[in-house]
C-alpha cells in the first residue's frame, strides 16, 4: 500500500493575497508501507520552496489544503482533511501552558475519549520515554522546561496516539548542537518504535541525512523535487555517525548543491 503519493501535485496561491504566488509545482513521489520498518523522508532546499507546504498538503491543513492541482493521497486514499492517523510536530513548542507534562501528553488521548486514569498511566510511560521524569517533571509546566525538555513534550503528545504519519517542520531548529543531536537520537528510537512513516523538514543538511533512509531536495520556488536520494540508515548513534568519513563525504556533496540552488534564489 502507498502511505503517500503525490502525482503532479501544484500549489498556487492568488495574487493579492498573503502568499500570491505558485509555491509548488508538479511535485510527484510515492511513500509505500515498508513491514516493520517505516520510511524516514528527510526534506532539504532553499528557503520558500514549498517544503513546508508539502507536510500541510499532507496534513490536510489550510490554506495550504488543497492542492491546486493534481493528486494528494494519504493511506490509498485523498486527503479530507486533518486526521489522528497523521500527527504534526512544529519548530515552536506547541505545549499548553496552562498543563502540566502529564497533562500536555495525555492530551491527545484526552480528545479520543480515553479516562483519566488510563491515559495518565499511559503518559507516565512515555514520560520516561522521551528521557523525562515522571517523579521530577510530570507536574512542571512548559515554562519551567529547558527548549529540550519542551520539545520532548510537544514531539510525545502528537505521538502518544501512534499516528501512522508523522510530520515534523524543523523540531530541533532552535535547540542547541548538543540538544539537538540528543533529540535525533532519540526521535530515532521513537521512530522505529512506532514503525512510522516521517517526513521531517529542515536546513541542516547532516540532520536529513542522519535521520533520513531517503533525501528529498527541491528546487527554488516553485519547488519540485529535483533530487530523491538513498542515504546510509542512523544505525549508530549521531555524534559517532556524522563523524565518520562516509557520512561527510555524502553529507558534502549533497550541501554544495543546497548552495547551488541558494546561488540561484539570491541571483534571481
Not at 70 to 98: C, H, K, W
Request: glycine share 8%; charged share 25%; aromatic share 6%.
Amino acid at each position: 500500500m502507498r502511505i503517500v503519493h503525490f502525482e503532479n501535485v501544484s500549489k498556487a496561491f492568488p495574487d493579492g493575497t498573503e502568499h500570491g504566488h505558485t509555491v509548488i509545482k508538479d511535485v510527484s513521489f510515492s511513500v509505500h508501507d515498508r513491514p516493520d520498518h517505516g520510511e524516514f523522508i528527510g526534506i532539504l532546499g532553499p528557503s520558500g520552496c514549498g517544503k513546508s507546504t508539502i507536510l500541510r498538503l499532507i496534513a490536510g491543513l489550510r490554506p495550504h489544503h488543497p492542492a491546486t492541482s493534481g493528486i494528494v493521497e494519504v493511506l490509498g486514499g485523498p486527503v479530507n482533511g486533518p486526521g489522528a492517523d497523521r500527527g504534526m510536530v512544529f519548530q515552536d513548542y506547541t505545549s499548553f501552558d496552562n498543563r502540566t507534562v502529564l497533562e500536555n501528553i495525555a492530551f491527545g488521548l484526552e480528545c479520543a475519549g480515553v479516562g483519566k486514569k488510563e491515559r495518565e498511566d499511559h503518559a507516565r510511560v512515555w514520560i520516561e520515554k522521551v528521557g523525562l521524569s515522571v517523579k521530577r517533571d510530570a507536574d512542571k509546566f512548559p515554562h519551567q522546561l529547558s527548549g529540550g525538555m519542551r520539545q520532548r513534550v510537544a514531539i510525545k503528545r502528537k505521538l502518544i496516539l501512534t499516528p501512522k504519519i508523522i510530520l515534523m517542520e524543523e523540531p530541533f531548529g532552535a535547540l542547541d548542537p548538543a540538544t539537538r543531536l540528543n533529540m535525533q537520537d532519540l526521535l530515532v528510537s521513537l521512530w522505529r518504535e512506532l514503525q512510522a512513516t516521517v517526513f521531517f523538514v529542515t536546513h541542516d543538511v547532516d540532520e536529513a541525512v542522519y535521520l533520513g533512509d531517503r533525501v528529498f531536495i527541491f528546487s527554488p520556488a516553485p519547488g519540485t523535487i529535483l533530487h530523491n536520494l538513498e542515504v546510509p540508515p542512523p544505525d549508530r548513534p549521531a555524534r559517532v555517525m556524522q563523524r565518520e568519513p562516509e557520512f561527510v563525504a555524502v553529507s558534502r556533496e549533497i550541501s554544495d548543491i543546497i548552495e547551488k540552488l541558494e546561488g540561484k534564489v539570491s541571483d534571481s
